[in-house]
């Protein structure tokens, strides 16, 4: 090997071995991956639910869904609702979740993921939908199910996921 090939052989090998070195930004991650640290003391996984009967004589229900301990904030992440009627002219029109005894609500439409008719005219209407609702220390999860018709009861299922967050 002549010394202009060894030099050459030497500046290419210094340039692939500096490389990350000099180009390592250019490489970096820009944004963090999205993940849920469980073990973060301030980041804490839950998940609430609820049942709630709507009555033959009621076209309305609520119900508590769960409070906000003290030095968290609840974050929701993903809400499902399941709702079952027996007679087809029975709906379930609305789902809210709200700050009780009032304020702001998140509309949750059973009927805008899928209504499947079951046999006898009764129905399933199931929805799972990405949220982003917050609830400080001390508020309570509120959940109001509205219905029409009066020829048989409506259950509704609530599912909540989401996570506490410690807050100073």
Known sequence: MTVSTRFRWSVVVCAVLLMPIAHGTAFAQTRPALT?????????PVRL???????????????????VPAGKRLVLDNASIWAFTSVASDKITAVWLSVKPGGNFLLLDPAANEV???????SIAAYNRPVKAYFEAGETVYAQVFADGNASSKQVNIYLQGHYVNVP
Not at 51 to 65: L, P
Not at 116 to 122: I, M, Q, T
Request: proline share 3%.
């Open 36 to 44: 849920r640290d469980v073990d973060n003391g301030d980041l804490n």
């Open 49 to 67: 639910s609820t049942f709630i009967s709507v009555g033959t004589t009621e076209n309305f229900k609520d119900a508590d869904v769960a409070t």
């Open 116 to 122: 499947r008719p079951l046999a006898g005219g009764a």
